[in-house]
């Protein structure tokens, strides 16, 4: 993959979860779904020994029936875990704040420099910047736009969460500074750009 986009939409310890029980429900972001289901596909087809398609095949209905988010359920319950909790539709943790970023300007969104949304997740409380940091599992981003998509001045681009209004200033400011804005639309990327066999 291009590595140059974020995958999904959901960025942050819980989000990332919440956003993997949509996808094994067969929801979630398009391109995060598509590419689990092509990863998911290779590996079928290189340990059943089948071909790509019906390997695929056999992923989408496996995805769709249901069986792999219960297959999720079973691995969380064989641990110890409390499963319930992926029954739900919304993050199991809850940060104390939530902000909306704005577009600050009309345009397609034609570049998101993947690696500084990266260090506003982790400004947030998402990562560690130091060994010792301690991560705020509830902190994150939830993206509303992508590369890609044409977005108004004022417009919401991504909510943050953190557990203070200082770290969604400081994860907003970062995060304004990964995008570049064009009034061109940007050539749409391949999700996959090759396979090693």
Request: proline fraction near 2%; hydrophobic fraction near 40%.
């Amino acid at each position: 993959t291009d590595m140059d986009t974020p995958l999904g939409t959901h960025i942050g310890n819980a989000l990332e979860v919440t956003e993997a029980c949509a996808v094994l429900r067969g929801k979630g972001a398009d391109d995060l779904r598509e590419l689990c289901l092509i990863l998911s596909a290779h590996l079928i087809a290189m340990a059943k020994r089948m071909d790509y398609d019906t390997a695929y095949s056999t992923a989408e209905r496996v995805l769709q029936s249901g069986e792999a988010f219960e297959k999720l359920r079973q691995m969380v319950t064989a641990q110890g875990g409390d499963a319930s909790v992926l029954d739900r539709d919304t993050c199991f943790l809850k940060a104390a704040v939530e902000r909306e970023v704005t577009a600050p300007q009309d345009g397609y969104i034609a570049h998101m420099q993947t690696q500084t949304v990266g260090e506003s997740a982790s400004l947030l409380g998402a990562g560690r910047e130091t060994k010792e940091s301690k991560l705020d599992y509830a902190a994150g981003m939830i993206l509303r736009k992508k590369t890609g998509d044409f977005v108004k001045q004022g417009e919401t681009l991504a909510t943050l969460y953190a557990a203070t209004d200082e770290k969604c200033r400081a994860g907003e400011q970062r995060f304004l500074q990964s995008l570049t804005f064009s009034a061109n639309k940007p050539q749409k990327t391949p999700l996959v750009l090759g396979t090693v066999e």
